[in-house]
């Protein structure tokens, strides 16, 4: 009886939250995604090939936004046990915090996979596995752009706007791109602070870092949400971005390519958020009692003024 309603709901929610969209085939598969928020083109563009990739799956979607605050995750994977959906996936807007509501989630009887960001429990039995992107490499990969960009330059001095305090992707690439800077004589971060992954905070951060640093040679920056933002503050200081102040990004944006195609960033990172299908035939396995890999990395390249034809790239989606 409790699962027909569940259906009934879904179905609900469904017609609630498409504008007219072709309804999905009906299907048994319920998948419970908590979205972390809106706050930049990468998760927008992540929300919707979710929506997309469940759409073309078949899959029932009950998808809802936490509008970056954790304590609205957890309601609503509270909310998906008690639906008793097939699957519980989430993006964790930070690492930790999770161990309460995923053990009820296990108690359910509810498989959870992670998607984009990772988590510290202390049972790592309460989630399937983690499929999004290699952070880490990402921040190596900005740090190997700069090896080649300032080849033989002694001194250069860094400033680094972060993500989120505490979520994987601001500590992680932090962690790569310091790791492929390490040996390099005078080469320092002389100034990281976080802005949030927000275009707003991004301005304001750079901003005031051009108030209170002297000779910054590099922008390093953890996306391209906050790094549009830095631009904008760069340019009111009458300097120019790109020549001035070596800027490294993170995503991929269509923004942040066109600004690379004009030279005002010298290095795009790819951070794909177009997971959704790899969500899908995840949850999918997960529905059917499969095991997953822990770790599902998707592919991602890296965009820097020494690429030719950047104009001939497709449309980025985001
Ligand atoms: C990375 C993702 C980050 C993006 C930001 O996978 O979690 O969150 O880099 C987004 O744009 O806000």
Redesign the pocket.
């Known amino acids: 009886m409790k699962r027909m309603a569940l259906c009934m709901l879904a179905l609900v929610l469904l017609l609630s939250g498409c504008s007219g969209r072709q309804e999905p085939e009906s299907s048994s598969l319920i998948v419970g995604f908590a979205q ?2 809106s ?5 927008v563009g ?1 929300t919707e090939d979710i929506r997309r990739a469940a759409e073309e799956a078949g899959v029932q979607l009950i998808l809802k936004n936490a509008d970056q605050k954790q304590e609205n995750q957890i309601k609503a994977l509270r909310s998906f046990i008690s639906l008793q959906v097939d699957v519980i996936a989430f ?1 964790p807007i930070v690492e930790d915090g999770w161990d309460n509501v995923l053990t009820e989630a296990k108690q359910a009887g509810i498989p959870v996979l992670l998607t ?2 990772k988590i510290n429990v202390e049972d790592e039995n309460l989630f399937a596995g983690f499929v ?2 290699d ?1 880490l490499e990402e921040g190596r990969d900005a740090g190997r752009f700069l090896l080649q960009k300032m080849a033989g330059k002694q001194d250069v001095r860094i400033v680094e706007i972060a ?2 305090i505490g ?3 601001a500590g992680e ?1 932090a962690d790569g791109f310091r790791e492929i800077i390490a040996e390099q004589p005078g080469w320092q971060v002389v100034h990281s602070v976080s802005g949030d ?2 275009r707003s905070k991004g301005k304001e951060c750079m901003s005031n870092i051009l108030d209170e640093v002297q000779d910054i040679d590099v922008m390093f920056s ?5 790094t549009l933002g830095a631009i904008e503050a760069i340019e009111q200081a009458g300097l120019n971005p790109g020549k001035d102040i070596v800027i490294i990004t ?2 991929g ?1 269509q923004g942040a390519i066109d600004l690379l195609m004009q030279g005002k960033i010298n290095c795009v990172v790819e ?1 794909t ?1 177009l997971i959704g299908d790899l969500i899908m035939q995840l949850s999918k396995k997960l529905a059917a009692g499969e095991a997953i890999p822990r770790i599902t990395h998707s592919s991602e390249r890296v965009f820097s003024e020494y690429d030719e034809n950047l104009e001939h790239l497709p449309a980025r989606g985001y």
């Not at 706050?39 to 998760?43: C, I, N, P, V, Y």
């Not at 953890?222 to 906050?226: E, K, L, P, T």
């Open positions: 972390l928020g706050e930049s083109g990468w998760r992540n993006s984009d960001r999004g992107s952070f993500g989120t979520s994987t992707p690439r992954f927000l953890h996306n391209d949400a906050m993170v995503d944006e951070c958020p």
